[in-house]
Structure formats: structure tokens, C-alpha cells
């Protein structure tokens, strides 16, 4: 196992199209989270899931964004009618468990562009 | 009010100079975790160090070291014998041990660090 691995790592769509990311997590984690990175900006918070199950949303995920893991094992986000002010780097991670002590795993994250 | 502050967007060192990254969090959770991770160009964001708010002693890491000073809330990164490799951003960051779920990880802004040669 080489890791998280996300696809594609870098998106150009223009405004209006919708994208969908992938996050391939270490195959023992269960526990998977979506950050957004903007320019200059640390890592914020998306979404997270434990096995399939979606069990916190920050109110920065708009209705245009969907989060799925169907088998608890790999992840996509979806972005609908995407914006301008959606570009930004999506990094996934993953996690052996919750207790503070756990390392968080990242991927290479996908750039994503929407012109 | 901001969890973590890093007041240091951008800092310079001499190849195999130490360097000190400040790291400062708010939280009123008695029992949180403070973590330092490097991010190169490339993107990945790299684990380095971790700090239990319950630990007594400063987690040390090869050359890195974390200076915890729980009254301040501080939580500086210490890079001893810098390399050019170490030019990267850095992010302090904390996960709080409240009731939610998730404990995910809040970040501060960064610190760009450049090793000069």
C-alpha cells in the first residue's frame, strides 16, 4: 500500500460544469475526511466518514457538494455548478481511528481550477 | 476567535541553522492534540510531530522538537541543523478531544520556511 492516492490531481472546467474527485485511502483506515485548501490557506475541514457512513458535514459544504463513500473503502466529492470561488486544492485523508493521537494520512490532493 | 494562529507567513534560515516556527491554539478542551506537518510544492501534507495536551515531556522527533508551553497555549516547531530540503510550508494543527465524531483537524495559516544555502 503506497499511501492515499487521489485522481486526477489537477481539474480545468469551467464555471457551471460539475467535477468529481476520487480519494483511494490506506486500505486498513475506515475513517476518511474532504479538506479544501485555498492559496495560502491551511487545510478546512469538509466532511468525514466512517466506513460508508458520512457522519459530519462542515457548513462549508454547500448543496453543491456531495460526498460519497459507498463501500467504506474509496471516496468521491462531487462539486454541481461549480464557481469561481471553488478553486482550490481538495486533499483527502485517512486515519486508523479517532483518538487525538492519530495520524491523519493525506493524499497529493486534486487542484482544482474553474474558469 | 481564531484556534491556531501561526504569526509567521514566511521565514528564512541558514542551511544547518536551528529555526523556530510559533504555533499558538485556543481551545477550552482539556484534552486536545498539537501536530506540525510540512507540505512541499508537491501538495501531500507531511506528519512530523505530535504533542498530547496530558504529555509532560516535549515530543522530539529526530531533528524536530516541539516546544509546549500549556499556560501560553503555545506550541512551537524547533527544525534543528536545517537542510535545503526542509524549504516547505509548515501547518500547526489541532484536533480536540470534544464529543464529535470526527475530530478533525483545525489548521492555522502556515509558515513558509526557506533554507538558504
Redesign the interface.
Known sequence: DTGVSQDPRHKITKRGQNVTFRCDPISEHNRL?W?RQTL??????LT?F?NEAQ??KSRLLSDRFSAERPKGSFSTLEIQRTEQGDSA?Y?C?SSFD?T??????????T?LTVV | AQKITQTQPGMFVQEKEAVTLDCTYDTSDQSYGLFWYKQPSSGEMIFLIYQGSYDEQNATEGRYSLNFQKARKSANLVISASQLGDSAMYFCAMREGGSGSARQLTFGSGTQLTVLP
Open positions: 475526511y479538506y495560502g490557506q491551511g487545510p478546512e475541514f468525514y466512517q457522519l459530519e486544492m486533499l485523508a479517532s487525538l493521537k492519530a495520524e491523519a494520512f493525506f493524499g497529493q490532493g487542484r
